[in-house]
C-alpha cells in the first residue's frame, strides 16, 4: 500500500510512503514560478496510485492578508480537488490530530516534526540544496503520510 501526504502551501511538501517496503520519498510542493505546479502533483498521485491521500486540513489564520489567504484557499483547494479525483482515499486531517499521535511526547512544533522524521525516516535528506535547515513542509508531509500509514482506520 502507498500513503501519500500532503503539507499544503508554497512551502509545504509532498511524501509517499510505501507500507511494504517501509521506504518514504518527501519533495517540497512542487512550483513553477509563485504557483504550485498542479500538473506534477497530478502526475504524482496517478504514479504512485496511492490508497490514502492525507492532507492537512487547514483554515484562515488571523492577520494574514486577503490576497494571500485567496491564494492559499485557491491552491488548499486545488490540492484536494486533485486527490478527490484520484482513485485514493482522501483524509483530511487537523495539525492537532495527526500531531497527537505522530508527535505524542513532544513539543508538537516544527523541530519535534524534523527529529521525528530524521529518527523515523533517516534516508530521507530534509536539507535542500543550497540550504542550512530542513524543509518543515517536507517534514510535515513525511508525518501525515506516516499518520495516513499508522493511524487511518
Known amino acids: 500500500m502507498r500513503v501519500i501526504g500532503i503539507d499544503p502551501g508554497m512551502k509545504g511538501g509532498i511524501a509517499i510512503l510505501d507500507t511494504e517496503t517501509k521506504q518514504m520519498r518527501a519533495v517540497p510542493t512542487p512550483l513553477i514560478g509563485k504557483e504550485i505546479d498542479y500538473r506534477r502533483v497530478h502526475e504524482a498521485l496517478t504514479f504512485y496510485e496511492p490508497s490514502i491521500v492525507v492532507v492537512e486540513k487547514v483554515h484562515a489564520m488571523p492577520g494574514q492578508g486577503v490576497t494571500s489567504m485567496f491564494n492559499f484557499g485557491l491552491g488548499y483547494g486545488a490540492l484536494v480537488a486533485l486527490a478527490t479525483v484520484s482513485t485514493a482515499r482522501l483524509v483530511l486531517v487537523t495539525p492537532q490530530m495527526w500531531k ?21 525516516y533517516p534516508t530521507v535528506n530534509l536539507i535542500l540544496p543550497r540550504c542550512r535547515n530542513a524543509h518543515d513542509g517536507m517534514a510535515d508531509a513525511i508525518c501525515l503520510a506516516h499518520y495516513g500509514a499508522h493511524y487511518v482506520k
Do not use: E
Not at 101 to 120: E, M, P, R, W
Open 100 to 120: 497527537k499521535y505522530v508527535l505524542a511526547g513532544t513539543s508538537k512544533d516544527k523541530d519535534a516534526a524534523i527529529q521525528f522524521c530524521n529518527h523515523t
